[in-house]
Each structure stands twice: as structure tokens, then as C-alpha cells.
């Protein structure tokens, strides 16, 4: 049984930094697509980040080009998501998602089968 958990939530400064891991069980994330993804009550999910199965090609949504990355620690099977420069609109539960069957799930949330509970991310002075 596939399953996903985010970590590494909290509340952080605005510039500052926060990591996100997503850890699994049943499956290898080394494997796997994965996505990290983002929702604000009253908002669709939003794609943030996601890497590909194999080999490290990544995407980006545009509003968080050049602060986070998405890395995999294959040694842990955890997937990162470094987030740097945070603002208050990174404010968000996270999740995270894999696709099984595809090489790359992107940044949208059809491309994905199975989700992490989410961890809340809070950016505020």
C-alpha cells in the first residue's frame, strides 16, 4: 500500500527558509514522479514543483522559479522541497503526490495518484 507524509512545516519569516520532506512507504520514490503541490482555502491546488521518475528533470511553477527546489535523498527515499525567500502568499498546505505510471506527473494535480495528508506552511512577521 502506497503511502505519502509531508513534514517539515511551520511558520517562518518572510525570506526566510523552510524544508519539506516527503517520505513513503510501499514504493521508492527514486522511481516515482513526484509533485509537490500547494492549496489555500477557497483556491484550487496548485502546483509548485515536480521531478521526474529516474533521472532529476524538474518543473517550476513560475511563481516559485529561483526560490525552491525540488530534490530527491534516494539513500532516506524522501523527496525535498527546499523553499527559499518565502512570502507570505508561500503560505499554503503542501502536499505532496506521486505518479506510478508516468515519467513526469507535472503541475497538475490529474497527473497524480496518490497524496500525502499535507503540512501547513505559514509565512508571517
Known amino acids: 500500500q502506497v503511502q505519502l507524509v509531508e513534514s517539515g512545516g511551520g511558520l517562518a519569516q518572510p525570506g526566510g527558509f523552510l524544508r519539506l520532506s516527503c517520505a513513503a512507504s510501499?514504493?521508492?520514490?527514486?522511481?516515482?514522479?513526484i509533485g509537490w503541490f500547494r492549496q489555500v482555502p477557497g483556491k484550487e491546488r496548485e502546483g509548485v514543483a515536480c521531478i521526474s521518475s529516474y533521472g532529476g528533470r524538474t518543473l517550476y511553477a513560475d511563481s516559485v522559479k529561483g526560490r525552491f527546489t525540488i530534490s530527491r535523498e534516494n539513500a532516506r527515499n524522501l523527496v525535498h522541497l527546499d523553499m527559499h525567500r518565502l512570502r507570505p502568499e508561500d503560505t499554503a498546505v503542501y502536499y505532496c503526490?506521486?505518479?506510478?505510471?508516468?515519467?513526469?506527473?507535472?503541475?497538475?494535480?490529474?497527473?497524480?495518484?496518490?497524496w500525502g495528508q499535507g503540512t501547513q506552511v505559514t509565512v508571517s512577521s
Open positions: 503526490a506521486t505518479n506510478l505510471e508516468s515519467y513526469m506527473g507535472g503541475l497538475g494535480p490529474g497527473g497524480y495518484d496518490y
Open positions: 510501499g514504493l521508492s520514490l527514486e522511481h516515482s514522479a
